[in-house]
C-alpha cells in the first residue's frame, strides 16, 4: 500500500559532491518521471522512463544522470552538485500513456 | 511546443465564495487534460482529468472542469470554497499524440479566508 516513495526526504549538500535521489513504486507501472520545483517555474521535467532499461530527457537534463534497472525504481543521481540544483524534487509514475501521474512526497534538496 | 498558462498566480477568496482557476493551453490538438492539487510541503495529487467523453469532469470534493476546445481552455470551479481547499492548483496537458510527458502550468495559489 506504499504507492510511491522517495528518499531522503531531505539533503544537504556541498558544491561539487555526488548526490543519488531514491524513487520506488509499488505499482509496476511502465512510465516514471523526475521533476523539480522552483518558485516561479512551476514543474519542470528531468528526465523520464517507458518501461526498464530506457530512459529519456526532459526539459532540464543537464548535471543530472538517472538509471532504470528494475521497474519498481528509478534513482536521480546528481553528478557534481551545484547550488542552482536546490530545488524539490519529485517523482511521479504513470501506468499508461496518456495517463494521470502519481507523485511521490518529494525530496528536499539544499547545495551549500 | 506545447505550453499551458496559468492566468493568475494567486486567488485569494471568502469561505463559501465560488471560485474559478483559468488555464490555457496553446494547442487543440488530441490534447489530455488534467488539474493537480498541492498542498504545503506534500506531493502533487491529482484532483480530475479530461482524456475523452463528457467535457465536464468533476472531483470527489466539488471540484469541476470544463474542456473548451474551441477556446483551448480548462478552467477550474467550484461554487463553495472551504478553508481546507487552500493550496496550489496546477494545470497540465499532455504533450499530445498520446505522450506519456506531461507539460504543467505554474501554478495557482489559492488562499480561501475565513
Known amino acids: 500500500d506504499a504507492g510511491i516513495t522517495q528518499s531522503p526526504r531531505y539533503k544537504i549538500t556541498e558544491t561539487g559532491r555526488q548526490v543519488t535521489l531514491m524513487c520506488h513504486q509499488t505499482w509496476s507501472h511502465s512510465y516514471m518521471f523526475w521533476y523539480r520545483q522552483d518558485l516561479g517555474h512551476g514543474l519542470r521535467l528531468i528526465y523520464y522512463s517507458a518501461a526498464a532499461d530506457i530512459t529519456d530527457k526532459g526539459e532540464v537534463p543537464d548535471g543530472y544522470v538517472v538509471s532504470r534497472s528494475k521497474t519498481e525504481n528509478f534513482p536521480l543521481t546528481l553528478e557534481s552538485a551545484t547550488r542552482s540544483q536546490t530545488s524539490v524534487y519529485f517523482c511521479?509514475?504513470?501506468?499508461?500513456?496518456?495517463?494521470?501521474?502519481?507523485f511521490g512526497p518529494g525530496t528536499r534538496l539544499l547545495v551549500l | 511546443a506545447q505550453s499551458v498558462t496559468q492566468l493568475d498566480s494567486q486567488v485569494p477568496v471568502f469561505e463559501e465564495a465560488p471560485v474559478e482557476l483559468r488555464c490555457n493551453y496553446s494547442?487543440?490538438?488530441?490534447?489530455?487534460l488534467f488539474w493537480y492539487v498541492q498542498y504545503p510541503n506534500q506531493g502533487l495529487q491529482l484532483l480530475l482529468k479530461y482524456l475523452s467523453g463528457s467535457t465536464l469532469v468533476e472531483s470527489i470534493n466539488g471540484f469541476e472542469a470544463e474542456f473548451n476546445k474551441s477556446q483551448t481552455s480548462f478552467h477550474l470551479r467550484k461554487p463553495s470554497v472551504h478553508i481546507s481547499d487552500t493550496a496550489e492548483y496546477f494545470c497540465a496537458v499532455s504533450v499530445g499524440g498520446g505522450s506519456e510527458k506531461l507539460v504543467f502550468g505554474k501554478g495557482t495559489k489559492l488562499t480561501v479566508n475565513p
Open positions: 511521479a509514475s504513470s501506468e499508461s500513456s496518456p495517463g494521470a501521474q502519481y
Open positions: 494547442s487543440s490538438v488530441s490534447v489530455y
